[in-house]
């Protein structure tokens, strides 16, 4: 199984990024999926999910209204959206694959940089 992220790089304060996860070799819409993100010095992070069917999510507190996850589950993708970033967005990001209903094996990506900076 793996999932391979994509999309991060360098960005200026106030602009946007869409990062995407790629994921194979397991069923994806039975996962639910989260991004995390780690800073330098910090412990890792939840920063939004998104359950296999239905459509809920949830955020962290710091990035509700501008953050937005979302999921194609035809194409076993998950997305982020981030707008208005912050200096404080800098981090990697990761992608994370948990089992829903059907026990399974949990999945985490490789992680993507996004660097925030003038």
């Known amino acids: 199984a793996h999932l391979v992220e994509s999309g991060g790089g360098l960005v200026q304060p106030g602009g946007s990024l869409r990062l995407s996860c790629a994921a194979s070799?397991?069923?994806?819409?039975?996962?639910?999926m989260r991004w995390y993100r780690q800073a330098p010095g910090k412990e890792r992070e939840l920063v939004a999910g998104?359950?296999?069917?239905?459509?809920?999510?949830t955020y962290a507190d710091s990035v509700k209204g501008r953050f937005t996850i979302s999921r194609d589950n035809a194409k076993n993708t998950v997305s982020l959206h981030m707008n208005s970033l912050k200096s404080e967005d800098t981090a990697v990001y990761y992608c994370y694959a948990e089992h829903g209903e059907i026990p399974g094996p949990d999945y985490w990506g490789q992680g993507t940089q996004v660097t925030v900076s003038s």
């Open positions: 998104i359950v296999s069917v239905g459509g809920y999510t």
């Open positions: 070799g397991f069923p994806f819409s039975s996962y639910h």
